[in-house]
Nanobody, 126 residues
Framework: QVQLVESGGGLVQAGGSLRLSCAAS????????MGWFRQAPGKEREFVAA????????YYADSVKGRFTISRDNAKNTMYLQMNSLKPEDTAVYCC???????????????????WGQGTQVTVSS
């Protein structure tokens, strides 16, 4: 029902910036909350940020608050994650996720997201 493809990852030095994009296809993109998650080597996937359908409400993990900004452009079927002041500990595979059609509440729980992209690698060097 929803397909998600991330892009924009890469190698950046500490203190640098990257902008990740999540291109969505399907009929339900604009009807649901979405989020970004990341998984570092040897660690569990963790919540990064989430956004409601209209973009009116956002929520961030404490580890990225003040540095990352989540946004979405429903006309373009795209969600973004602007990542500033990157740190080596931000290194991870970043995945975008989409809740079920019509489900708009922000959540940090992985199991509450029904559609996932394959992820894009972000590597932050010292």
């Amino acid at each position: 029902q929803v397909q998600l493809v991330e892009s924009g990852g890469g190698l950046v030095q500490a203190g640098g910036s990257l902008r990740l994009s999540c291109a969505a296809s399907g009929r339900t993109f604009s009807s649901s909350a979405m989020g970004w998650f990341r998984q570092a080597p040897g660690k569990e996937r963790e919540f990064v940020a989430a956004i409601t359908q209209s973009g009116s409400v956002t929520y961030y993990a404490d580890s990225v608050k003040g540095r990352f900004t989540i946004s979405r452009d429903n006309a373009k079927n795209t969600m973004y994650l602007q990542m500033n002041s990157l740190k080596p500990e931000d290194t991870a595979v970043y995945c975008c996720a989409h809740r079920s059609g019509g489900v708009n509440r922000i959540t940090v729980r992985l199991a509450t997201y029904d559609y996932w992209g394959q992820g894009t690698q972000v590597t932050v060097s010292s």
